[in-house]
């Protein structure tokens, strides 16, 4: 059999004679179980995989052997879950630290999606991870190192909610320029800019705030900037404008937009949620009659809902989910687009926000709800 990249990961040492095996069976299955255990395997554990090997070898050749073992201890359930134990005196229902083994595991998942690399292990295993020093050391390593973009492409993927930009398709009637090319370039804008701010050590702020993004030439065409050719992303100052930080993110702005036009109440929820941290409103009763959502900033049900949008900083406003800004749309609503939100000082919304008129009573229930939800629901 060749000599391939993993069975060099795998067979660190040959025997030369038949003496000499069950020493560098140990050797192996000693090194291979403290990385896929996490953490040093006890003496009980290497014995049940040197009973594999034993087996395996009676049949066969030490590789044979060596086989077994592994076969065995890819469906441990010390490899499969990440176990982590209460202490034996921890009371019911307090907190404790965890064990530096195991604050190991919880680092190498987050930051690398993987499991924790020697060096971690070696300063888990002497209990030096929880010093500050070291912790601080260790997070820096990892954070340097390449297996750190999982770290974005995971983490901050799930948070942005920017990786479901690939299951959103904007209506090509309206949008005829929207392809597969610049749905890739959005994401890959995101994915660097999130990248930059991390490795970079920037502060939580300038998420929101920074002067640059991340654009080739069919992103920076799309969003209007001159002088950038060709299809490496490179990093771009941002004079002004609205683009700056995650909120003029095209990504960002699709994701979070109907198919055929911008969604200010969709936006105000994800801000909502995946910025402020708060959880959005119940949800709204419906008519018993016509069954349409209530929508009366007035009416009690609601009136929670629209006071938090309110207080909420404004939306992202960009015209539809292609991301071209128009700032004449602003505080307008235009023809078959739905309902748009502007501030107006003699609005009776909470939070001073006015609906362009879209709502009207209905007359059942005697509360706002959606034209052309029901025939019921106009007047």
Not at 71 to 91: G, K, Y
Not at 186 to 214: K, M, N, W
Not at 351 to 358: I, T, V, Y
């Amino acid at each position: 059999m060749g000599e391939t990249p993993s069975r060099r990961a795998i067979f660190d040492c040959r025997p030369l004679r038949d003496a000499d095996e069950q020493a560098c069976a140990i050797r192996i299955l000693t090194r291979l179980a403290t990385a896929a255990y996490r953490r040093p395997a006890r003496d009980r554990e290497l014995q049940t995989l040197l009973d594999f090997y034993a087996a395996g070898r009676e049949k066969g050749s030490f590789d044979e052997g060596i086989q077994l073992a592994l076969e065995r201890l890819l469906v441990d359930p010390n490899f499969l879950f990440r176990i982590e134990r209460d202490p034996s005196r921890a009371a019911p229902g307090t907190p404790y630290d965890v064990s530096d083994l195991e604050l190991a595991s919880r680092l190498s998942f987050f930051l690398w999606s993987s499991v924790p690399d020697d060096e971690l292990l070696a300063a888990a295993a002497r209990g030096q991870l929880r010093n500050p020093g070291m912790l601080e050391q260790q997070v820096r390593r990892m954070l340097a190192d390449s297996r750190a973009t999982t770290l974005v492409d995971g983490f901050a993927g799930q948070w942005l909610q920017v990786r479901n930009i690939r299951t959103v398709y904007p209506d090509p009637g309206e949008f005829p320029h929207f392809d597969d090319n610049l749905r890739e370039a959005l994401l890959e804008e995101t994915r660097l800019f999130i990248d930059s701010q991390i490795r970079e050590d920037r502060g939580v702020p300038e998420l929101l705030s920074a002067d640059y993004t991340f654009l080739n030439e069919r992103l920076a065409r799309h969003y209007g900037v001159p002088n950038v050719y060709g299809s490496r992303f490179r990093r771009v100052p941002l004079n002004g404008g609205d683009r700056g930080g995650l909120l003029g993110h095209g990504s960002i702005l699709t994701v979070t937009s109907y198919p055929n036009r911008t969604s200010p109440v969709l936006r105000g929820k994800w801000i909502l949620e995946n910025i402020l941290g708060t959880p959005r409103p119940r949800r709204r009763p419906r008519c018993p009659r016509c069954r349409s959502e209530v929508r009366a900033a007035g009416t009690p049900p609601c009136a929670s809902g629209w006071r938090r949008i309110g207080t909420t900083p404004p939306a992202p406003r960009a015209t539809h989910p292609s991301i071209h800004w128009d700032s004449r749309s602003r505080g307008s609503t235009r023809p078959g687009r739905g309902a748009r939100w502007t501030r107006a000082p003699s609005s009776t919304l909470p939070g001073r926000f006015r609906a362009a008129p879209r709502l009207k009573g209905c007359r059942d229930c005697g509360r706002c709800c959606w034209t052309g939800a029901s025939s019921s629901c106009a007047r």
